[in-house]
């Protein structure tokens, strides 16, 4: 687009030259070679000058850098998690990491017997018809039952819960 614009203003200013220097002599004389064909070169010099100086200008190389923050080592950041689970309150216990572990239930329980995660959402909700799906009272009272108190508990019932749901099969 930048040799487009600079293609237009030569043009623009040839076309004034050539109208002044047309006007400056008595027009029976013919066109010189220099008329025409100097301004045609020093037009073409601009534009190769142009173009040679834009592609030998190294394109700026960006990097990508891993995302920083809670997110950089999920491992580090999941360990993190269950720390704080263990120490937290009733609510972000409930709200977050049981949460977390009944939507990976709801997956793994949708994969193995081909239902929508919805239906099975629905079922588990229901406290009979989430037991007769999963056939593990286990499993189920860890995920929807009550929570236990601070500590290493709620570190067991995670790992647990992990092991149930690896484990479970439809």
């Known amino acids: 687009m930048k040799t ?12 004034i030259v050539l109208v002044l220097v047309r006007g400056i002599f008595p027009s029976s004389s013919s066109p010189t070679i220099s008329l025409a064909g100097i301004p045609l ?5 601009i534009i190769a000058r142009n173009l040679s100086g834009r592609s030998t200008k190294p394109s700026t190389i960006q990097t990508i850098t891993a995302p ?3 997110m950089e080592d999920p491992l580090r950041f999941l360990s993190g998690q269950i720390r704080v689970a263990a120490s937290s309150s009733d609510s972000y216990f409930d ?3 049981r949460a977390r572990l009944r939507e990976l239930l709801i997956t793994k329980v949708a994969l ?7 239906a099975i959402r ?5 406290p009979k018809d989430g037991r007769r799906l999963l056939r593990n009272e286990a499993l189920y009272s860890a995920l929807y039952g009550h929570a236990p108190r601070l500590g290493s508990d709620r570190t067991q019932l995670i790992s647990d819960a992990v092991d149930m749901i690896g484990a479970w099969k439809s």
Do not use: C, F
Request: aromatic residues 6%; negative net charge.
């Open 68 to 70: 920083r923050g809670p």
């Open 4 to 15: 487009a614009k600079l293609l237009l203003w030569s043009v623009v200013a040839y076309a």
């Open 95 to 97: 709200d977050l990491v």
């Open 41 to 45: 070169i020093v037009i073409a010099v």
């Open 122 to 126: 629905q079922a588990l909700s229901n």
């Open 112 to 118: 193995e017997t081909g239902e929508q995660k919805e």
